[in-house]
């Protein structure tokens, strides 16, 4: 009953925005399917695809030397999930992926993605990554108080910097010198 229902939210919210003929609702199935191919199911961020066809932007762009790249995991994470499950492990994941997302992206060619795992990229200009990787450390969840984990309030991360040089001829330079670091 419930995917009859997210059936008809869906072709309701298709035609509320003007997918209502045959042309529009190809285009409307377009978007839904690189929406699908580009971002991770579970928190809805950029992928492993976006975040190299985006860092391939960076490296070609004028302005590549004011980039860096953050990886950063989620320290422990498998203790949450043995803890509290998968289901409720993934909840949490999906809150601080939400909270990630309001504090990195807004400005112009900076975002956070999700590769795979726990394991996030960041994109972002050289001169905000102190301040991310601090506001990334300390962001509080509900979700972590509803399910009681050990007094834990706020999850810690780790993370690597890679500051673009300009020298990179490729993303697997980048992702390659920012694994040695991690």
């Known amino acids: 009953a419930e995917n009859v ?68 995991n989620i320290k422990n994470f498998i203790f949450i999930n043995q ?11 999906a809150e601080y ?5 309001e504090i990195v992206d807004g400005a112009e060619n900076e975002k956070i993605y999700l590769l795979n795992g726990n394991n996030f990229y960041i994109i972002a200009k050289k001169e905000r990554m102190n301040d991310l990787f601090y506001k990334l450390n300390h962001i509080e969840l509900v979700s972590l108080k509803q399910n009681q984990i050990a007094d834990i309030n706020s999850l810690s991360i780790r993370a690597a910097l890679y500051n673009i040089t300009g020298d990179e ?14």
């Open 169 to 182: 001829k490729n993303t697997d330079t980048v992702i390659d010198r920012i694994s040695t670091t991690y």
């Open 97 to 101: 992926a939400s909270k990630a997302k």
């Open 5 to 72: 229902a997210s059936v008809y939210r869906a072709e309701a919210e298709a035609i509320a925005n003007g997918y209502n003929n045959i042309e529009n609702c190809v285009q409307y199935e377009k978007k839904e399917n690189y929406k699908l191919f580009t971002s991770d199911q579970l928190t809805g961020l950029p992928n492993k695809y976006l975040f190299i066809k985006d860092l391939s932007d960076i490296l070609a762009a004028e302005n590549r030397q004011n980039f860096a790249v953050m990886q950063i």
């Open 83 to 93: 803890q509290v499950g998968f289901i409720k492990g993934n909840d949490i994941l």
